[in-house]
């Protein structure tokens, strides 16, 4: 009986020695096999996402590649008025981690024209004026409300005098509105090219 328990003592610590190791090899930059799986290592949440071409364990906070919705774009939400995108690893992220430098420097620039515009608070020189059809997700409506917003405050000190702006947000279920009441809301020559995007 003694010669059994010792046994079963050995082989526990034998698992246990090679169990400490595996653990221990797992921290944020070290590789990992597999996108998407999530650990906790050291009461840290991980991710395992590709990083300079290689799959490594990351923050979930940390991960610059991004979940791509049905319509083959990001996928975003605003919470409190702040923009969140949906990271490869489901996870909503507040920030951008992605470098300037991963983009286009052209596109880098023409974001730097725009932040560096002086903003108004208020937005007092610009009114929306918002036309949403029932069909339109609500979800992606009031992510465009947020944006709009945002581009208000930096559109308004360009204008001399309040402009209106018509934003009317509509889906293919919507060709009985758009063959009538829109062409009596905006000028047909105002929609050229805008609504060739939707299906016959």
């Keep these: 009986m003694k010669k059994q328990i010792s046994i079963v003592f050995v082989l526990a610590l034998v698992a246990t020695a090679f169990s ?20 906790v290592a050291n009461k840290v949440n991980l991710i395992c996402a590709k990083s300079d071409g290689k799959l490594k364990w990351t ?32 996870d909503w ?22 932040t560096d515009l002086a903003v108004d608070k208020s937005a007092s020189n610009v009114e929306f ?15 465009i409300k947020e944006q709009s917003k945002q581009v208000a405050l930096r559109l308004s000190p360009v204008f001399d005098k309040k402009v209106k702006i018509k934003i009317i947000l509509l889906t293919e279920k919507d060709k009985a509105f758009i063959d009538g009441d829109l062409k009596e809301l905006v000028d047909n020559s105002d929609l ?9």
Excluded: W
């Excluded at 507040?94 to 880098?108: E, G, M, N, Q």
């Excluded at 004026?129 to 992510?143: C, L, M, Q, T, V």
């Excluded at 050229?192 to 016959?200: R, S, V, W």
């Design 192 to 200: 050229t090219g805008a609504l060739q995007i939707l299906p016959d």
């Design 129 to 143: 004026e918002y036309i949403i059809r029932p069909s339109f997700p609500k979800d992606i409506a009031n992510a």
């Design 20 to 39: 400490i190791p595996a653990q221990a090899a797992i921290k944020v930059g070290s590789t990992c096999s597999t996108v998407n799986v999530k650990t």
């Design 59 to 90: 923050k979930p906070l940390d991960v610059s590649t991004y979940a791509i919705g049905p319509t083959g774009r990001m996928v975003y939400r605003y919470k409190s008025g702040k923009q969140e995108r949906l990271s490869s690893g489901n």
């Design 93 to 114: 992220l507040k920030a951008d981690s992605r470098k300037a430098t991963s983009f286009d420097p052209i596109r880098v620039a023409a974001y730097k024209s725009i």
